[in-house]
Protein backbone atom coordinates (compact mmCIF):
# COMPACT_ATOMS: atom_id res chain seq x y z
CA UNK A 1 0.00 0.00 0.00
CA UNK A 2 1.07 3.54 -0.44
CA UNK A 3 1.96 5.69 2.40
CA UNK A 4 2.49 9.73 2.99
CA UNK A 5 5.17 10.21 4.52
CA UNK A 6 4.82 13.75 5.46
CA UNK A 7 2.56 13.31 8.27
CA UNK A 8 -1.43 14.85 8.63
CA UNK A 9 -2.36 17.75 7.36
CA UNK A 10 -5.24 20.49 6.88
CA UNK A 11 -7.85 18.09 7.37
CA UNK A 12 -10.91 19.35 4.71
CA UNK A 13 -8.77 21.64 2.52
CA UNK A 14 -6.51 19.21 1.95
CA UNK A 15 -5.61 15.60 3.28
CA UNK A 16 -2.06 14.98 3.95
CA UNK A 17 0.08 18.21 4.10
CA UNK A 18 2.64 19.10 7.13
CA UNK A 19 1.39 22.34 8.77
CA UNK A 20 3.83 22.60 11.12
CA UNK A 21 5.31 26.28 11.58
CA UNK A 22 8.58 28.05 11.78
CA UNK A 23 9.76 31.21 13.01
CA UNK A 24 11.49 32.49 9.57
CA UNK A 25 11.74 30.57 6.17
CA UNK A 26 15.01 29.34 5.58
CA UNK A 27 17.37 30.48 3.09
CA UNK A 28 18.40 27.58 0.81
CA UNK A 29 21.66 26.23 1.70
CA UNK A 30 24.53 25.71 -0.35
CA UNK A 31 25.82 22.91 0.94
CA UNK A 32 24.60 18.73 -0.44
CA UNK A 33 23.11 17.00 1.95
CA UNK A 34 25.84 14.69 3.42
CA UNK A 35 23.89 11.16 3.04
CA UNK A 36 23.57 11.92 -0.80
CA UNK A 37 27.36 12.67 -1.47
CA UNK A 38 28.06 9.34 0.55
CA UNK A 39 25.85 7.11 -1.36
CA UNK A 40 27.01 8.98 -5.03
CA UNK A 41 30.64 8.61 -3.50
CA UNK A 42 30.10 5.03 -2.97
CA UNK A 43 28.06 4.54 -5.89
CA UNK A 44 31.04 6.07 -8.21
CA UNK A 45 34.32 5.65 -6.67
CA UNK A 46 34.26 2.31 -4.53
CA UNK A 47 35.95 -1.10 -5.49
CA UNK A 48 33.80 -3.78 -6.32
CA UNK A 49 33.26 -6.46 -3.42
CA UNK A 50 34.93 -9.38 -2.97
CA UNK A 51 31.57 -11.33 -4.03
CA UNK A 52 31.42 -9.10 -7.05
CA UNK A 53 34.93 -9.72 -7.52
CA UNK A 54 34.60 -13.73 -7.34
CA UNK A 55 30.81 -13.45 -9.68
CA UNK A 56 33.24 -11.62 -12.00
CA UNK A 57 36.04 -14.23 -12.28
CA UNK A 58 33.27 -17.02 -12.14
CA UNK A 59 32.12 -15.26 -15.29
CA UNK A 60 35.14 -15.00 -16.94
CA UNK A 61 35.78 -18.60 -16.28
CA UNK A 62 32.56 -19.73 -17.28
CA UNK A 63 32.62 -17.56 -21.05
CA UNK A 64 35.89 -19.34 -21.91
CA UNK A 65 35.00 -22.73 -20.86
CA UNK A 66 32.05 -22.28 -23.41
CA UNK A 67 34.22 -20.81 -26.00
CA UNK A 68 36.68 -23.52 -25.76
CA UNK A 69 34.09 -26.22 -25.67
CA UNK A 70 32.28 -25.20 -28.65
CA UNK A 71 35.80 -24.34 -30.71
CA UNK A 72 36.64 -28.17 -30.06
CA UNK A 73 33.64 -29.23 -31.58
CA UNK A 74 33.41 -27.37 -34.02
CA UNK A 75 36.81 -26.89 -35.15
CA UNK A 76 37.61 -24.26 -37.75
CA UNK A 77 35.67 -25.68 -40.50
CA UNK A 78 33.88 -22.32 -41.13
CA UNK A 79 33.81 -18.46 -40.72
CA UNK A 80 29.98 -18.77 -39.29
CA UNK A 81 30.70 -21.64 -37.36
CA UNK A 82 33.61 -20.19 -35.40
CA UNK A 83 32.30 -17.18 -35.33
CA UNK A 84 29.01 -18.72 -33.60
CA UNK A 85 30.66 -20.60 -31.38
CA UNK A 86 32.98 -17.52 -29.89
CA UNK A 87 30.15 -14.63 -30.00
CA UNK A 88 27.49 -16.32 -28.11
CA UNK A 89 29.53 -16.79 -25.10
CA UNK A 90 30.79 -13.59 -25.03
CA UNK A 91 27.55 -11.80 -25.95
CA UNK A 92 25.68 -13.09 -23.01
CA UNK A 93 28.46 -12.51 -20.81
CA UNK A 94 28.88 -9.04 -21.68
CA UNK A 95 24.97 -8.73 -20.77
CA UNK A 96 25.49 -10.48 -17.48
CA UNK A 97 28.24 -7.73 -17.13
CA UNK A 98 26.18 -5.22 -16.82
CA UNK A 99 24.47 -6.58 -14.14
CA UNK A 100 27.66 -7.22 -12.07
CA UNK A 101 29.33 -4.10 -11.71
CA UNK A 102 28.40 -1.11 -10.29
CA UNK A 103 25.34 0.34 -12.22
CA UNK A 104 23.56 3.36 -10.72
CA UNK A 105 20.54 2.01 -13.05
CA UNK A 106 19.89 -1.02 -11.72
CA UNK A 107 17.47 -1.37 -8.50
CA UNK A 108 16.35 -4.31 -6.15
CA UNK A 109 13.05 -3.04 -6.48
CA UNK A 110 11.91 -3.06 -9.66
CA UNK A 111 10.64 -5.80 -11.02
CA UNK A 112 11.59 -4.73 -14.29
CA UNK A 113 15.24 -4.79 -13.74
CA UNK A 114 14.99 -8.25 -11.49
CA UNK A 115 12.89 -10.03 -14.43
CA UNK A 116 15.73 -8.39 -17.01
CA UNK A 117 18.33 -9.84 -15.14
CA UNK A 118 16.51 -13.58 -14.67
CA UNK A 119 16.56 -13.28 -18.40
CA UNK A 120 20.02 -12.35 -19.04
CA UNK A 121 21.09 -15.16 -16.54
CA UNK A 122 19.01 -17.78 -18.79
CA UNK A 123 20.03 -16.25 -21.95
CA UNK A 124 23.51 -17.22 -21.05
CA UNK A 125 22.78 -20.92 -19.98
CA UNK A 126 24.96 -23.33 -22.67
CA UNK A 127 21.89 -26.03 -23.22
CA UNK A 128 22.19 -24.65 -26.83
CA UNK A 129 25.56 -24.99 -27.34
CA UNK A 130 27.91 -26.99 -29.54
CA UNK A 131 30.15 -27.51 -27.21
CA UNK A 132 27.10 -28.95 -24.57
CA UNK A 133 25.96 -31.14 -27.45
CA UNK A 134 29.96 -32.57 -27.47
CA UNK A 135 29.72 -32.80 -23.75
CA UNK A 136 26.43 -34.90 -24.57
CA UNK A 137 27.82 -37.19 -26.88
CA UNK A 138 30.96 -38.16 -24.72
CA UNK A 139 28.69 -39.61 -22.06
CA UNK A 140 29.34 -43.50 -22.49
CA UNK A 141 26.53 -46.07 -23.24
CA UNK A 142 23.91 -43.05 -24.27
CA UNK A 143 22.08 -43.44 -27.49
CA UNK A 144 23.68 -40.57 -29.89
CA UNK A 145 20.17 -40.32 -31.41
CA UNK A 146 18.27 -40.07 -28.24
CA UNK A 147 21.14 -37.93 -26.62
CA UNK A 148 20.38 -35.31 -29.93
CA UNK A 149 16.98 -35.20 -29.33
CA UNK A 150 15.89 -35.54 -25.71
CA UNK A 151 19.03 -33.68 -24.10
CA UNK A 152 20.14 -31.05 -26.70
CA UNK A 153 17.14 -30.76 -28.97
CA UNK A 154 14.37 -30.81 -26.22
CA UNK A 155 16.31 -28.60 -23.57
CA UNK A 156 17.14 -26.13 -26.56
CA UNK A 157 13.19 -26.22 -26.56
CA UNK A 158 12.84 -25.53 -23.00
CA UNK A 159 15.20 -22.53 -22.91
CA UNK A 160 13.57 -20.84 -25.80
CA UNK A 161 10.20 -20.87 -24.73
CA UNK A 162 11.26 -20.06 -21.03
CA UNK A 163 13.15 -16.67 -22.51
CA UNK A 164 10.54 -15.54 -24.89
CA UNK A 165 7.81 -16.40 -21.72
CA UNK A 166 10.19 -14.12 -19.82
CA UNK A 167 10.46 -11.52 -22.28
CA UNK A 168 6.40 -11.71 -22.91
CA UNK A 169 6.31 -11.32 -18.90
CA UNK A 170 8.37 -7.82 -19.15
CA UNK A 171 6.43 -6.36 -21.68
CA UNK A 172 3.23 -6.99 -20.02
CA UNK A 173 4.71 -5.18 -16.55
CA UNK A 174 4.90 -2.35 -19.54
CA UNK A 175 1.64 -2.93 -20.38
CA UNK A 176 0.58 -2.88 -16.71
CA UNK A 177 2.29 0.08 -16.20
CA UNK A 178 1.00 1.95 -19.52
CA UNK A 179 -2.87 1.45 -17.81
CA UNK A 180 -3.22 -1.24 -19.53
CA UNK A 181 -4.60 -3.53 -17.31
CA UNK A 182 -6.66 -5.94 -19.50
CA UNK A 183 -4.26 -6.43 -22.31
CA UNK A 184 -1.42 -7.85 -19.87
CA UNK A 185 -3.82 -9.86 -18.16
CA UNK A 186 -5.29 -11.48 -21.75
CA UNK A 187 -1.16 -11.70 -22.77
CA UNK A 188 -0.30 -13.46 -19.21
CA UNK A 189 -3.02 -16.19 -19.45
CA UNK A 190 -2.10 -17.03 -23.41
CA UNK A 191 1.66 -17.12 -22.68
CA UNK A 192 0.86 -19.77 -19.52
CA UNK A 193 -1.29 -21.43 -22.08
CA UNK A 194 1.33 -21.73 -24.42
CA UNK A 195 3.68 -22.92 -22.69
CA UNK A 196 1.22 -25.69 -21.24
CA UNK A 197 0.71 -26.68 -24.95
CA UNK A 198 4.28 -26.23 -25.69
CA UNK A 199 5.48 -28.83 -22.92
CA UNK A 200 2.78 -31.17 -23.87
CA UNK A 201 3.95 -30.77 -27.64
CA UNK A 202 7.13 -32.15 -26.72
CA UNK A 203 6.70 -34.93 -24.91
CA UNK A 204 3.84 -36.31 -27.67
CA UNK A 205 6.60 -35.55 -30.11
CA UNK A 206 9.57 -37.34 -27.98
CA UNK A 207 7.21 -40.47 -27.96
CA UNK A 208 7.14 -40.34 -31.74
CA UNK A 209 10.45 -39.70 -32.67
CA UNK A 210 11.34 -42.76 -34.38
CA UNK A 211 8.24 -41.44 -37.01
CA UNK A 212 9.04 -39.50 -39.75
CA UNK A 213 7.12 -36.03 -39.55
CA UNK A 214 4.59 -37.53 -41.67
CA UNK A 215 3.97 -39.93 -39.70
CA UNK A 216 3.09 -37.65 -36.78
CA UNK A 217 -0.47 -38.14 -35.09
CA UNK A 218 -3.23 -34.82 -35.75
CA UNK A 219 -2.93 -34.64 -32.33
CA UNK A 220 0.57 -33.94 -31.83
CA UNK A 221 0.44 -31.25 -34.70
CA UNK A 222 -2.09 -30.28 -32.97
CA UNK A 223 -0.74 -29.15 -30.06
CA UNK A 224 2.55 -27.27 -31.85
CA UNK A 225 -0.45 -25.24 -33.88
CA UNK A 226 -2.00 -24.47 -30.63
CA UNK A 227 1.29 -23.30 -29.09
CA UNK A 228 1.59 -21.43 -32.48
CA UNK A 229 -1.63 -19.89 -32.41
CA UNK A 230 -0.79 -18.82 -28.45
CA UNK A 231 2.43 -17.23 -29.51
CA UNK A 232 0.77 -15.07 -32.36
CA UNK A 233 -2.55 -14.27 -30.06
CA UNK A 234 0.18 -12.70 -28.03
CA UNK A 235 2.18 -10.73 -30.19
CA UNK A 236 -0.19 -9.00 -32.34
CA UNK A 237 -2.03 -7.90 -28.74
CA UNK A 238 1.11 -6.64 -27.36
CA UNK A 239 2.78 -5.19 -31.00
CA UNK A 240 -0.74 -3.25 -31.60
CA UNK A 241 -1.21 -1.82 -28.15
CA UNK A 242 1.89 -0.61 -27.66
CA UNK A 243 1.56 1.36 -31.15
CA UNK A 244 -1.37 2.44 -30.27
CA UNK A 245 -0.43 3.91 -27.06
CA UNK A 246 3.13 5.14 -28.81
CA UNK A 247 0.68 7.31 -31.42
CA UNK A 248 -1.63 8.69 -28.80
CA UNK A 249 1.70 9.91 -26.86
CA UNK A 250 2.99 11.22 -30.30
CA UNK A 251 -0.22 13.64 -30.90
CA UNK A 252 -0.90 14.31 -26.85
CA UNK A 253 3.81 15.19 -26.68
CA UNK A 254 3.54 18.71 -28.14
CA UNK A 255 6.63 20.02 -27.04
CA UNK A 256 6.92 17.87 -24.91
CA UNK A 257 10.26 15.71 -25.47
CA UNK A 258 9.96 13.81 -22.87
CA UNK A 259 6.77 12.53 -24.04
CA UNK A 260 7.90 12.09 -27.48
CA UNK A 261 11.52 10.25 -26.25
CA UNK A 262 8.71 7.69 -24.63
CA UNK A 263 6.85 7.02 -27.76
CA UNK A 264 9.82 6.29 -29.72
CA UNK A 265 10.97 4.10 -26.58
CA UNK A 266 7.65 1.91 -27.35
CA UNK A 267 7.79 2.02 -31.11
CA UNK A 268 10.86 0.88 -29.87
CA UNK A 269 9.54 -1.91 -28.05
CA UNK A 270 6.85 -2.51 -30.48
CA UNK A 271 9.16 -3.15 -33.08
CA UNK A 272 10.98 -6.56 -30.91
CA UNK A 273 7.92 -7.44 -29.58
CA UNK A 274 6.97 -8.31 -33.29
CA UNK A 275 10.62 -9.01 -34.49
CA UNK A 276 11.90 -11.06 -31.43
CA UNK A 277 9.50 -14.24 -31.47
CA UNK A 278 9.37 -14.27 -35.03
CA UNK A 279 13.15 -14.89 -35.37
CA UNK A 280 13.31 -16.73 -32.32
CA UNK A 281 10.15 -19.43 -33.91
CA UNK A 282 12.27 -19.58 -37.47
CA UNK A 283 15.43 -20.57 -35.55
CA UNK A 284 14.34 -23.22 -33.52
CA UNK A 285 11.98 -25.05 -35.94
CA UNK A 286 14.96 -25.00 -38.36
CA UNK A 287 17.27 -26.20 -35.43
CA UNK A 288 14.20 -28.30 -34.44
CA UNK A 289 13.99 -30.15 -38.04
CA UNK A 290 17.28 -30.25 -38.65
CA UNK A 291 18.39 -34.27 -38.66
CA UNK A 292 22.23 -33.93 -39.95
CA UNK A 293 24.97 -32.73 -37.25
CA UNK A 294 26.48 -29.95 -39.20
CA UNK A 295 23.26 -28.75 -40.78
CA UNK A 296 22.13 -28.74 -36.87
CA UNK A 297 25.41 -26.50 -35.82
CA UNK A 298 24.61 -24.29 -39.19
CA UNK A 299 21.03 -23.66 -38.27
CA UNK A 300 22.21 -22.61 -34.25
CA UNK A 301 23.89 -19.73 -35.89
CA UNK A 302 20.75 -18.27 -36.11
CA UNK A 303 19.92 -18.92 -32.33
CA UNK A 304 23.04 -16.45 -31.89
CA UNK A 305 21.28 -13.78 -34.20
CA UNK A 306 18.03 -14.61 -31.75
CA UNK A 307 19.77 -13.84 -28.15
CA UNK A 308 21.61 -11.07 -29.61
CA UNK A 309 18.45 -9.63 -29.93
CA UNK A 310 16.62 -10.99 -26.54
CA UNK A 311 20.14 -9.65 -25.38
CA UNK A 312 19.55 -5.89 -27.08
CA UNK A 313 15.76 -5.87 -26.08
CA UNK A 314 16.56 -6.71 -22.29
CA UNK A 315 19.27 -3.95 -21.94
CA UNK A 316 17.80 -1.17 -23.40
CA UNK A 317 14.15 -1.42 -22.55
CA UNK A 318 15.06 -1.83 -19.19
CA UNK A 319 16.48 1.38 -19.04
CA UNK A 320 19.84 -0.30 -18.14
CA UNK A 321 21.79 0.89 -21.29
CA UNK A 322 21.32 3.35 -23.69
CA UNK A 323 19.71 7.53 -23.21
CA UNK A 324 19.70 8.69 -20.20
CA UNK A 325 16.47 9.86 -20.32
CA UNK A 326 15.33 6.33 -20.82
CA UNK A 327 16.73 4.83 -17.56
CA UNK A 328 14.06 4.53 -15.75
CA UNK A 329 11.03 3.36 -18.02
CA UNK A 330 8.12 2.16 -15.95
CA UNK A 331 8.31 6.03 -14.68
CA UNK A 332 7.76 6.93 -18.22
CA UNK A 333 5.22 4.31 -19.16
CA UNK A 334 3.37 5.60 -15.63
CA UNK A 335 3.27 9.53 -16.89
CA UNK A 336 2.15 8.38 -20.49
CA UNK A 337 -0.73 6.28 -18.80
CA UNK A 338 -1.76 9.47 -16.50
CA UNK A 339 -1.58 11.91 -19.80
CA UNK A 340 -3.35 9.25 -21.76
CA UNK A 341 -6.38 8.87 -19.46
CA UNK A 342 -5.36 5.27 -18.29
CA UNK A 343 -3.76 6.21 -15.15
CA UNK A 344 -6.95 5.21 -13.10
CA UNK A 345 -7.45 8.64 -12.20
CA UNK A 346 -10.75 9.69 -11.24
CA UNK A 347 -12.12 13.47 -10.54
CA UNK A 348 -12.69 14.37 -7.11
CA UNK A 349 -15.74 16.56 -6.08
CA UNK A 350 -15.36 19.94 -4.01
CA UNK A 351 -16.86 21.19 -1.87
CA UNK A 352 -17.54 24.34 -1.16
CA UNK A 353 -19.86 24.09 2.02
CA UNK A 354 -24.26 24.30 2.06
CA UNK A 355 -25.91 26.73 3.95
CA UNK A 356 -29.45 25.81 4.29
CA UNK A 357 -31.29 28.97 5.13
CA UNK A 358 -34.21 26.74 6.63
CA UNK A 359 -31.75 24.47 8.95
CA UNK A 360 -31.44 25.78 12.45
CA UNK A 361 -28.13 24.09 12.89
CA UNK A 362 -24.64 24.81 11.14
CA UNK A 363 -21.11 22.17 11.81
CA UNK A 364 -18.64 24.67 11.21
CA UNK A 365 -15.68 22.50 11.83
CA UNK A 366 -14.85 18.72 11.22
CA UNK A 367 -12.75 16.58 11.84
CA UNK A 368 -11.24 15.79 7.80
CA UNK A 369 -9.56 12.67 9.27
CA UNK A 370 -12.60 10.60 9.74
CA UNK A 371 -12.81 10.30 5.52
CA UNK A 372 -15.91 8.27 5.71
CA UNK A 373 -17.82 10.36 8.02
CA UNK A 374 -17.22 12.91 6.18
CA UNK A 375 -18.41 12.08 3.22
CA UNK A 376 -21.31 11.10 4.56
CA UNK A 377 -21.88 14.69 6.01
CA UNK A 378 -21.53 15.89 2.27
CA UNK A 379 -24.20 13.12 1.09
CA UNK A 380 -26.76 13.69 3.77
CA UNK A 381 -26.21 17.64 3.73
CA UNK A 382 -26.70 18.05 -0.01
CA UNK A 383 -29.35 15.47 -0.37
CA UNK A 384 -32.20 16.59 -2.19
CA UNK A 385 -34.93 13.79 -0.19
CA UNK A 386 -34.87 14.93 3.38
CA UNK A 387 -37.04 12.55 5.91
CA UNK A 388 -39.97 14.27 7.41
CA UNK A 389 -38.37 13.21 11.42
CA UNK A 390 -34.81 14.23 10.30
CA UNK A 391 -33.86 18.23 11.08
CA UNK A 392 -32.31 20.18 8.41
CA UNK A 393 -28.61 21.32 9.00
CA UNK A 394 -26.18 22.81 7.35
CA UNK A 395 -22.34 21.96 6.88
CA UNK A 396 -19.63 25.58 6.43
CA UNK A 397 -16.47 23.21 6.19
CA UNK A 398 -14.85 23.60 2.47
CA UNK A 399 -12.94 21.16 0.50
CA UNK A 400 -11.24 22.02 -1.85
CA UNK A 401 -9.41 19.61 -4.76
CA UNK A 402 -7.85 21.79 -7.67
CA UNK A 403 -6.49 25.09 -8.37
CA UNK A 404 -10.08 26.18 -10.14
CA UNK A 405 -11.70 25.40 -6.38
CA UNK A 406 -9.20 27.54 -4.66
CA UNK A 407 -6.67 24.95 -3.72
CA UNK A 408 -3.18 26.70 -3.52
CA UNK A 409 -4.84 30.04 -3.91
CA UNK A 410 -4.54 33.03 -1.20
CA UNK A 411 -6.88 35.57 0.18
CA UNK A 412 -6.13 38.64 1.33
CA UNK A 413 -6.65 39.52 5.32
CA UNK A 414 -8.09 42.61 5.53
CA UNK A 415 -6.36 42.92 9.31
CA UNK A 416 -2.98 42.90 6.80
CA UNK A 417 -3.55 44.70 4.27
CA UNK A 418 -1.37 43.36 0.72
CA UNK A 419 -1.03 40.07 3.06
CA UNK A 420 -3.11 36.79 2.68
CA UNK A 421 -4.48 34.89 5.82
CA UNK A 422 -1.27 32.03 5.66
CA UNK A 423 1.08 33.93 8.33
CA UNK A 424 -1.91 34.55 10.29
CA UNK A 425 -3.52 31.30 10.59
CA UNK A 426 -0.37 29.00 10.47
CA UNK A 427 2.88 31.51 10.99
CA UNK A 428 5.54 30.60 8.45
CA UNK A 429 5.79 26.86 7.48
CA UNK A 430 8.53 25.10 7.19
CA UNK A 431 10.65 23.58 3.93
CA UNK A 432 9.26 20.31 4.36
CA UNK A 433 5.72 21.51 3.22
CA UNK A 434 6.95 22.38 -0.13
CA UNK A 435 8.06 18.66 -0.36
CA UNK A 436 5.57 15.73 -0.98
CA UNK A 437 7.09 12.26 0.30
CA UNK A 438 4.51 8.92 -0.55
CA UNK A 439 5.87 5.70 -0.16
CA UNK A 440 4.56 2.91 -2.89
CA UNK A 441 5.55 -0.78 -2.15
CA UNK A 442 7.10 -1.75 -5.61
CA UNK A 443 5.16 -4.83 -6.41
CA UNK A 444 1.67 -2.87 -5.51
CA UNK A 445 2.79 0.85 -7.63
CA UNK A 446 0.46 -0.49 -10.33
CA UNK A 447 -2.36 -1.40 -8.57
CA UNK A 448 -5.62 0.63 -9.08
CA UNK A 449 -5.68 2.14 -5.93
CA UNK A 450 -2.11 3.03 -5.44
CA UNK A 451 -2.27 4.67 -9.23
CA UNK A 452 -5.52 6.57 -8.34
CA UNK A 453 -4.14 7.77 -5.05
CA UNK A 454 -0.67 9.25 -7.04
CA UNK A 455 -2.68 10.91 -9.81
CA UNK A 456 -4.08 12.64 -6.95
CA UNK A 457 -1.35 13.63 -5.40
CA UNK A 458 0.67 14.63 -8.94
CA UNK A 459 -2.88 17.09 -9.11
CA UNK A 460 -2.21 18.39 -5.63
CA UNK A 461 1.17 18.84 -5.56
CA UNK A 462 0.40 20.50 -9.04
CA UNK A 463 -1.98 22.83 -7.84
CA UNK A 464 -0.33 23.93 -4.92
CA UNK A 465 3.44 24.14 -6.22
CA UNK A 466 4.76 21.23 -4.19
CA UNK A 467 7.25 18.98 -5.50
CA UNK A 468 6.27 15.64 -5.17
CA UNK A 469 8.66 12.59 -5.05
CA UNK A 470 7.61 9.07 -4.54
CA UNK A 471 9.58 6.18 -3.00
CA UNK A 472 9.48 3.10 -4.90
CA UNK A 473 11.68 0.62 -6.81
CA UNK A 474 14.64 3.06 -6.81
CA UNK A 475 17.99 1.82 -5.41
CA UNK A 476 18.64 3.06 -2.17
CA UNK A 477 21.44 5.32 -2.93
CA UNK A 478 19.49 6.78 -6.40
CA UNK A 479 16.20 7.67 -3.23
CA UNK A 480 18.75 8.84 -1.27
CA UNK A 481 20.09 11.74 -3.90
CA UNK A 482 17.02 12.13 -4.94
CA UNK A 483 15.25 12.96 -1.90
CA UNK A 484 18.32 15.44 -1.08
CA UNK A 485 17.90 17.57 -4.62
CA UNK A 486 14.08 17.90 -3.57
CA UNK A 487 14.48 18.84 0.03
CA UNK A 488 17.34 21.82 -1.23
CA UNK A 489 14.63 22.55 -4.29
CA UNK A 490 11.69 22.75 -1.27
CA UNK A 491 13.60 24.80 0.50
CA UNK A 492 14.16 27.56 -2.37
CA UNK A 493 10.75 27.39 -2.70
CA UNK A 494 9.80 28.05 0.46
CA UNK A 495 12.31 31.10 0.85
CA UNK A 496 10.25 32.79 -2.79
CA UNK A 497 6.93 31.80 -1.09
CA UNK A 498 7.95 33.88 2.04
CA UNK A 499 6.93 30.52 4.21
CA UNK A 500 3.45 30.92 3.31
CA UNK A 501 1.11 27.50 3.26
CA UNK A 502 1.43 26.01 -0.32
CA UNK A 503 -2.10 24.53 0.01
CA UNK A 504 -2.77 28.36 0.44
CA UNK A 505 -5.58 30.03 2.71
CA UNK A 506 -8.60 30.54 -0.06
CA UNK A 507 -10.32 27.71 1.61
CA UNK A 508 -10.41 29.78 5.15
CA UNK A 509 -11.87 33.04 3.53
CA UNK A 510 -14.96 30.24 1.66
CA UNK A 511 -15.04 28.74 5.53
CA UNK A 512 -15.19 32.47 6.54
CA UNK A 513 -18.24 33.71 4.33
CA UNK A 514 -20.63 30.71 4.71
CA UNK A 515 -19.82 31.33 8.82
CA UNK A 516 -20.94 34.89 8.48
CA UNK A 517 -24.31 33.53 6.70
CA UNK A 518 -24.84 30.69 8.94
CA UNK A 519 -24.35 33.40 12.40
CA UNK A 520 -26.53 36.01 10.22
CA UNK A 521 -29.18 33.41 9.80
CA UNK A 522 -29.34 32.75 13.73
CA UNK A 523 -28.07 29.08 13.28
CA UNK A 524 -26.36 27.27 15.74
CA UNK A 525 -22.98 26.51 15.37
CA UNK A 526 -21.44 23.17 15.87
CA UNK A 527 -18.10 21.82 16.59
CA UNK A 528 -16.71 18.22 16.41
CA UNK A 529 -13.54 17.37 18.09
CA UNK A 530 -11.64 13.71 18.03
CA UNK A 531 -13.12 10.72 19.46
CA UNK A 532 -12.56 11.00 23.51
CA UNK A 533 -10.92 14.65 22.93
CA UNK A 534 -13.69 17.10 23.34
CA UNK A 535 -12.59 20.51 23.82
CA UNK A 536 -9.18 19.60 23.75
CA UNK A 537 -6.60 21.26 21.45
CA UNK A 538 -7.94 25.24 21.61
CA UNK A 539 -5.25 27.62 20.90
CA UNK A 540 -6.02 31.69 21.13
CA UNK A 541 -5.98 33.70 18.00
CA UNK A 542 -3.01 35.66 18.38
CA UNK A 543 -1.02 32.69 19.31
CA UNK A 544 -1.59 30.60 15.99
CA UNK A 545 1.54 31.94 14.55
CA UNK A 546 3.39 30.70 17.69
CA UNK A 547 5.05 27.36 17.48
CA UNK A 548 5.46 26.80 20.70
CA UNK A 549 1.85 27.40 21.87
CA UNK A 550 0.39 25.68 19.23
CA UNK A 551 3.14 22.56 20.15
CA UNK A 552 1.70 22.28 23.35
CA UNK A 553 -1.86 22.34 22.60
CA UNK A 554 -1.19 19.46 19.95
CA UNK A 555 0.28 16.88 22.65
CA UNK A 556 -3.66 16.05 23.57
CA UNK A 557 -5.16 17.87 20.52
CA UNK A 558 -8.87 17.26 19.74
CA UNK A 559 -8.23 19.54 16.53
CA UNK A 560 -6.43 19.07 13.24
CA UNK A 561 -4.66 21.93 12.13
CA UNK A 562 -7.58 23.45 10.03
CA UNK A 563 -9.90 22.99 13.07
CA UNK A 564 -7.18 24.85 14.99
CA UNK A 565 -7.77 27.78 13.38
CA UNK A 566 -11.55 27.30 12.83
CA UNK A 567 -11.75 27.60 16.39
CA UNK A 568 -9.54 30.14 17.32
CA UNK A 569 -11.50 32.64 14.78
CA UNK A 570 -14.67 31.35 16.29
CA UNK A 571 -13.26 32.34 20.50
CA UNK A 572 -12.31 35.52 18.51
CA UNK A 573 -15.39 36.95 16.89
CA UNK A 574 -17.37 35.70 20.39
CA UNK A 575 -19.09 32.94 18.93
CA UNK A 576 -20.92 30.46 20.69
CA UNK A 577 -20.53 26.88 19.41
CA UNK A 578 -21.98 23.41 20.95
CA UNK A 579 -18.90 20.91 21.15
CA UNK A 580 -19.30 17.32 20.65
CA UNK A 581 -17.21 14.21 20.19
CA UNK A 582 -17.05 12.67 16.76
CA UNK A 583 -18.58 9.56 17.83
CA UNK A 584 -21.84 11.80 18.24
CA UNK A 585 -21.66 12.62 15.01
CA UNK A 586 -24.13 10.18 13.20
CA UNK A 587 -26.61 10.97 15.82
CA UNK A 588 -26.71 14.36 14.79
CA UNK A 589 -26.99 13.87 11.27
CA UNK A 590 -29.89 11.23 11.83
CA UNK A 591 -31.68 14.17 13.88
CA UNK A 592 -31.31 13.61 17.33
CA UNK A 593 -28.18 16.35 17.73
Not at 37 to 57: C, K, M
Amino acid sequence: MARDLTGEGVELPLRGASVAAMQQPQRPGRRRTTLAELGEHLETNSEPGRVTRTARLALAAYTLARVVANLCVNGLDGLYLTCDAVLRPVMTALGIYFFLRKNDRFSEKSLLHIWSRRAIFWLAFCVGDDGFRGLVFSVPHLNDEMAIFIVCKGGTLLWEVACNFMQVHMTNLKLFALGRRFAAKLCHILAVTGIVFTLMFGIRFAMFMSEPLWHLPESVENLGLLSFLCLCVIVCIQFCTLCIVACRALRASGDDLAVASTAVLLFGNAFLVLLGPALSVWALMRYWLSDDTYETREWSTWLTVDIFLQICNTLILSGMVGPKQWNRPMDAFRRLADLSGFGFASKRIAFPGHINQTAAKCVVSFPGKYSELWDEAVSAVTSHHVKAAVEPWSLACVFLTDAESGLGQHSENPDTPGKCWCHSIYGRVPAETYLCVVEVEPEHIDCQANRQLLSFKRSDASAMGQLLVIKSDQSDTEWQIQLAQAAKNAQQLCFEKDGRAPWGCQWFEKWKQNLDLAAQLGQELHVFYFAERKGQGKVPWDHLSDEAAKERARQKSGLGASQTAEVAYLERMGLTFVEHDIRDFKAFIAGAG
